[in-house]
């Protein structure tokens, strides 16, 4: 079954730092492009952060620029988001999503995470 | 940066209703760069349409996609008792990449 589910979450003080895993079985993960997307309670989704299949082109929401970092291991079949630096805004659940793979790229994510949550408060 | 408006914000209708969901952006979006997502409570978003009229995998056929430039519709024929969620666009942008979400439209029950 392709799968993918996240942990690391809970509860953290503003300014602190969190590392979020995404642990990716049932497919080839190193064939993919993986993201972050977090939703806030109650609101909308909000993109978060792109990597590419070996790692090389990372991309970020201005959101959240200089403050967390994207990465991945292959060998382990996992995708990480290290968040530093974290404001009350930053509270949310957080998917890894990957993206579809399509002639033309699509920018669509068709396998998501159950999510973790992040919640930021003192 | 594109901003996607969707309308209705909620949608009361019906089993066996159509619903047409409304996703509008602030400039013209490739078509092949907008997806619908289905979201029901707890739960991950689901891919339901990619490349604006294509359907994702194991999606039923009463899902359907339409529209180009700055308008897009997804359209439900009728509407079945698990289909009451909430619906959100999303669109693709590159160099540097760029996804955005549209606020969602939520589908209840009337």
């Known amino acids: 079954e392709v799968q993918l589910v996240e942990s690391g979450g809970g509860l953290v003080q503003p300014g602190g730092s969190l590392r979020l895993s995404c642990a990716a079985s049932g497919f080839t993960f190193s064939s993919y492009e993986m993201n972050w997307v977090r939703q806030a309670p109650g609101k909308g989704l909000e993109w978060v952060s792109y990597i590419s299949s070996s790692g090389s082109t990372i991309y970020y929401a201005d959101s959240v620029k200089g403050r967390f970092t994207i990465s991945r291991d292959n060998a382990k079949n996992s995708l990480y988001l290290q968040m530093n630096s974290l404001r009350a805004e930053d509270t949310a659940v957080y998917y890894c999503?990957?993206?579809?793979?399509?002639?033309?790229?699509?920018?669509?994510?068709?396998?998501w995470g159950q999510g973790t949550m992040v919640t930021v408060s003192s | 940066e594109i901003v996607l408006t969707q309308s209705p914000g909620t949608l009361s209708l019906s089993p066996g209703e159509r619903a047409t969901l409304s996703c509008r952006a602030s400039q013209s979006v490739s078509s092949s760069y907008l997806a619908w997502y289905q979201q029901k409570p707890g739960q991950a978003p689901r891919l339901l349409i990619y490349?604006?009229?294509s359907r994702a995998t194991g999606i039923p056929d009463r899902f359907s996609g339409s529209g180009s430039g700055t308008d897009f519709t997804l359209t439900i024929s009728r509407l079945e008792p698990e289909d009451f969620a909430v619906y959100y666009c999303q669109q693709y942008g590159s160099s540097p990449r760029r996804i955005t979400f549209g606020p969602g439209t939520k589908v209840d029950i009337k």
């Open positions: 490349g604006a009229s």
């Open positions: 999503a990957r993206d579809k793979i399509t002639m033309i790229p699509s920018g669509a994510f068709d396998i």
